[in-house]
């Protein structure tokens, strides 16, 4: 399986998830290419069986704007694809990825029911939690939401 991992992060909170999904990605045979906004290209997004896309809470719970706008921008390279959202946020209620996972469902992608996050001021993910995280999403890739 081929799987993107494309984030963005202010403190490297949401970047240590995406080294801990890409290494539990990676030790499960996947090709994985691992890429911070300010790297990624375009062509990044497509012929991916699983996009994970990560980003902190971000000024009014909302995904980092730059973020949410490449994604929005390059939806169409999704198709085919399970996305599944990561990140780290803080004093909310962490339902920030919900307006992004709207707008791709409404232009046909295919989007994991469950982000996982982390909140800064508790403890770290188990790494149980990263690897359930990544089997669920992997189990479902390339099967049509329900
Ligand atoms: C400019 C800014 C805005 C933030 N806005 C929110 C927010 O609206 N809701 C929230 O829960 N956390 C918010 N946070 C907290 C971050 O989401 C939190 O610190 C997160 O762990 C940072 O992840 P990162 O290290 O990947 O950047 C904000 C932090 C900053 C610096």
């Known amino acids: 399986m081929k799987a993107t991992v494309l984030y963005f992060s202010s403190s490297g909170k949401t970047g240590d998830l ?6 539990e990605l990676r030790r499960l045979g996947c090709k994985v290419l691992s890429t911070s906004l300010d790297e990624a290209r375009r062509s990044d997004l ?3 069986d ?4 990560g980003s902190p809470a971000w000024s009014g719970e909302q995904v980092a704007p730059a973020l949410d706008e490449f ?3 390059h939806s169409e390279r ?3 694809a399970r996305v599944a959202m990561f990140g780290s946020y803080d004093w909310g209620e962490g339902r920030y990825f919900d307006a992004l996972g709207e707008y791709l469902r409404s232009q046909a992608v295919t989007v994991h029911g469950r982000p996982l996050l982390s909140r800064q001021s508790e403890p770290e993910l188990t790494d149980e939690a990263v ?3 990544v089997a669920e999403v992997l189990a479902e890739a390339g099967r049509p939401e329900e």
């Open 18 to 23: 995406a080294t801990r999904l890409s290494e």
């Open 46 to 48: 497509g012929q991916c």
């Open 50 to 53: 699983a996009v994970f896309i």
């Open 71 to 73: 994604v929005r921008g």
């Open 78 to 80: 999704l198709a085919g």
């Open 131 to 133: 690897t359930e995280f």
